[in-house]
């Protein structure tokens, strides 16, 4: 099984402030996806195939990495951006989550 | 548009099975695949099993040999059946399709307490 784990557990970021979140695989993986969850709510996708944004997600979200290493970036905070990430693997079944970013705001 | 929207009992005694239900529209379960995934209170997501368009099913290890996954296709409905439940059972069971090459649309989730 491919282990993913996220760092920060959680970060705490004011508006206009840029935030990275990173995902480290235990093994090599193809792509990244990335779910943004805010509480009470289910998943949605966030970032896909590593750097791609789905129809609806800010542009001011990025995502980049290869290998074992990848990574979620918000240029410009916004309030709205408050929420926990979660990164996942299709790489090798079991499909994989980490165990999650809690962004706060400051 | 795509919706998925689970239902099943809230609460499940210990030792007994569970039986949810993931009912679809929007889309075809011949055309794309629907998983099952839980997360329990205030943790992290874990992928349980899908049904594959074609119709065969594949389980995460650590559950395959209490679980299992099955559809009907004419009720645009998936099944979930997970026998010998405990408290670490307790969580809510998503549904989800693929699209994007991820995890695209899910339900609302189900929240089941196992509890006697």
């Known amino acids: 099984e491919i282990v993913l784990t996220q760092s920060p557990a959680t970060i705490a970021a004011s508006p206009g402030d840029k935030v990275t979140i990173t995902c480290r695989a235990s093994s090599s993986v193809s792509y990244m996806y990335w779910y943004q969850q805010k509480s009470g709510a289910s998943p949605k996708l966030w970032i896909y195939d590593t750097f791609k944004l789905p129809p609806g997600v800010p542009n001011r979200f990025s995502g980049s990495g290869s290998g074992t290493s990848y990574s979620l970036t918000i240029n410009t905070m916004e309030t709205e951006d408050a929420a926990t990430y979660y990164c996942?693997?299709?790489?090798?079944?079991?499909?994989?989550f980490g165990g999650g970013t809690k962004l706060e705001l400051k | 548009q795509v919706q998925l929207m689970e239902s099943g009992p809230g609460l499940v005694q210990p030792s007994e099975t569970l039986s949810l239900t993931c009912t679809v529209s929007?889309?075809?379960?011949?055309?794309?695949?629907v998983h099952w995934l839980r997360q329990p209170p205030g943790k992290g997501l874990e992928w349980m099993g899908v049904m594959w368009s074609g119709g065969g099913t594949d389980y995460n290890s650590t559950l395959k040999s209490r679980l299992s996954i099955s559809r009907d296709t004419s009720k645009n409905q998936v099944f979930l059946e997970m026998n010998s439940l405990q408290g670490e059972d307790t969580t809510t069971y998503y549904c989800a399709r693929e699209g994007y090459g991820g995890f695209a649309y899910w339900g609302q989730g189900t929240l089941v307490t196992v509890s006697s």
């Open positions: 996942q693997q299709w790489s090798s079944t079991p499909w994989t």
């Open positions: 929007g889309f075809s379960l011949t055309i794309y695949n």
